[in-house]
């Protein structure tokens, strides 16, 4: 059984209207760049996103919410996007904001079989609204959900024809959390090696965790804000 | 003379003790980072995923995949190393990171902190500062001590939507070091030439004012 | 005739599909690796923090860092990945590992089994088992019918402490496959020779015969 | 301030009698040799151990249990050790058994300020008398607390002066995550290199979460269950 897609669109042909999607990055860091724009090129409508960030207009998630493919976002921090906050203001666009490690560790109970957390993020604050308080030792924690989606998004640097994963520096980020937590995982990768190329010891994410694989092309890797030092 | 930015910066280096990991938040706080004092290590925190921040990469050396927490362009140190977001505010919530130092638009008199939203602007979002202040077990805020319009940013409570509670240690403003105190807003040293009667009148909230408060030293 | 430990293991591979991951106990449930089907591939997983193990290594190939759960020395194969515990139970406990091949010392109309403790002996833990059996998606026990007093293995309910509750989905003994239904097991196939009475005088648990009962084919 | 300490007798010497140790390792893979050999040197007593496993008579944890210093283990599995079970049944060594998954999880949990987690296993057993059952989307669910230990004691393959570890094949293990979880992280190393030597995407625990470090020497390693193909 071959986890190995020709192309994203290929890889996310079966993506429906209204499906719950995590897609991998932070900012323009470590996103799943072809994906992003085959889902753009089947129009597929009315996505819930779970992403740590929303892109920027011409770029990323943005790309996504200039087509209006987007219903709901959760994130931890949506700037740097003026169609989002024209969406937003009009109420074409539903907003949910979650702190970043909330955000990481629902995915991550997800992957881990994990139906909640606890977590300090939040208590007191109207993140809490709603939610169970509950003291530990002396410290209020919020109890927080494991997320459930239909389609992970992620990309990697290298990958292997079984699904190994490495990602590289810090493109890691939410990438492997959510690889973990997909019903399906749909990895691109800029480098796809034969099996036994990866060193067992250096994967961050096993095989066992991605179900699809392809080798993406033409990636931009638009950096969002070049600081330089003299 | 009230503190310039950079001043406020150099003054909170002053907190860091050699072997500190330290989490710095965007715009003043970033700062902090050029006035390590001499003959102490510190290793920087980036909360997507990087233990070990260098400088800004020099001009054709930037790589995309090598950002900040601020999406900036950065370089690594001998001795960094990378992880995932889980992990990143894990490290965070258990307490191994020694110093965060954050900004904010007001604290309150018991230590909460409100840095993330304005009612009737465009709301953003929290990014990692929810976690950050909820988690980190010594927090330093670097702010001014007003706000554009002259109103105080310490205060009895916090009149924006709070980002934590109870949580701040201490904070810098350009005419004070002040601590949170059972009671409220204790001045521990004033800026070079700053009276304690200009801070006061600056300190909505309670400012306990004890003896000769001394000026800071740089 | 019944079935010898091997042809119980052939039996069960039977259960594998192609790109299955799969979690195979110690004892009979092990001698399945050997079995699998021509033309599929399975990778085994060991929950010490292992995907893809290979068979173990030739004399003087060993390497005290390379063992599985039953603390075997082992070899890796094309593919393998290490991580560490959570994450090895993490895959198990969010249903990634497609099927769990364990053995029991009984097991329950209702799908309960019992391996890890015999009340008056000493005890030794339940390792992995119960984190196993509360998770996997697809159990599989693999068991002698009766224990060496002749006692049907498959009761009512289990009188052992148990592992877990209302987990295994089917059973393969010397002497038949059975599936646990919503009113008790459910006979599947008999081994090639034995009678469906022979099966129920040794079954305590409720069995369920319907129509003709086939014999396995290897 | 630096992490580097000469031998075990140093990295080891503040630890007192009723400490509450987290020791690495599944069977004899991957267990703080020279640490052991250094408690036993010490003669501690009364200490609580989290292992995976106690070792056998002669080696691994069995050499600390020969000395009478455990009051306590906390493991998954604890055969192949005569001694251990004679002092259980003599009543001078206390044992909580509990799932594997639990305690590799319950580990994670202090390292990633998480409270307690909830886990399916146990549910309806013994393991689950005295616990908090909770439902969560139709399947049940125990609430184990995080571990608090004085002290976790790794074992490492490779690790630099800022503590930065690189574990090899299976003898990762439990050790990542009781380095993350004690107030302080012990490691031993096969290899002590400079800052810089390890590459920064293959570091399974960063040096945030290890106060100490060591160059272990004479490692044993040795092999439980040998099995050989012909």
Request: aromatic residues 6%; charged residues 20%.
């Amino acid at each position: 059984m071959s986890k190995i897609y020709q192309n994203a669109d290929d890889a996310i042909s079966d993506i429906q209207d209204g499906a719950v999607l995590m897609l991998g990055g932070f900012g323009l860091c470590g996103i799943p760049e072809n994906c992003i724009t085959a889902l753009v090129k089947k129009a597929v409508k009315q996505l819930t996103c779970i992403s740590n960030n929303a892109g920027v207009d011409d770029f990323g998630i943005g790309l996504m919410l200039q087509q209006k493919q987007v219903k709901k976002m959760i994130s931890s921090y949506v700037g740097e996007n003026a169609e989002f906050e024209r969406q937003l203001l009009s109420g074409e666009l539903e907003v949910e904001l979650i702190p970043q490690g909330t955000l990481a560790t629902r995915c991550m109970a997800a992957g881990y079989g994990m139906p909640a957390i606890y977590t300090p993020a939040g208590v007191g604050t109207e993140v809490a609204i709603g939610k169970e308080v509950r003291n530990f030792n002396g410290k209020d924690y919020l109890l927080e959900m494991a997320f459930d989606a239909d389609f992970a998004i992620v990309k990697a640097w290298k990958g292997d024809t079984m699904g190994n994963l490495i990602f590289k520096d810090t493109a890691r980020n939410f990438n492997p959390l959510m690889a973990m937590a997909g019903k399906i995982t749909i990895a691109e990768v800029e480098h796809l090696v034969p099996v036994g190329e990866l060193d067992p010891n250096h994967i961050h994410t096993p095989g066992i965790y991605v179900q699809r694989i392809f080798e993406g092309k033409n990636y931009e890797k638009r950096i969002e804000q070049l600081t330089l030092s003299k | 003379m009230a503190l310039d930015k950079f001043q406020i910066a150099q003054r909170i280096a002053k907190e860091l003790k050699d072997g500190f990991y330290v989490n710095l938040g965007i715009g003043i706080p970033t700062l902090v980072a050029n006035y390590v004092p001499e003959g102490i290590n510190v290793t920087l925190q980036s909360e997507n995923g990087l233990l070990g921040m260098g400088p800004f990469p020099k001009e054709g050396k930037q790589d995309a995949d090598l950002i900040n927490a601020g999406k900036q362009t950065i370089t690594t140190i001998p001795g960094s190393s990378f992880f995932d977001s889980a992990m990143s505010f894990g490290m965070i919530r258990s307490g191994k990171v020694d110093l965060t130092v954050l900004g904010a638009m007001e604290v309150s008199e018991n230590g909460d902190i409100a840095n993330w939203k304005i009612p009737g602007k465009m709301v953003k979002g929290m990014g990692g500062a929810m976690d950050l202040v909820a988690s980190a077990k010594n927090i330093v805020v670097a702010m001014m001590h007003t706000n554009p319009k002259g109103e105080s940013k310490l205060l009895k409570e916090c009149q924006l939507p709070i980002t934590g509670i109870r949580c701040v240690k201490k904070i810098v403003t350009e005419l004070a070091v002040l601590e949170i105190d059972k009671t409220g807003f204790k001045l521990l040293e004033r800026a070079p030439g700053v009276t304690v009667e200009e801070i006061v009148s600056k300190t909505a909230g309670n400012l306990i004012v004890e003896g000769e408060v001394p000026e800071m030293v740089f």
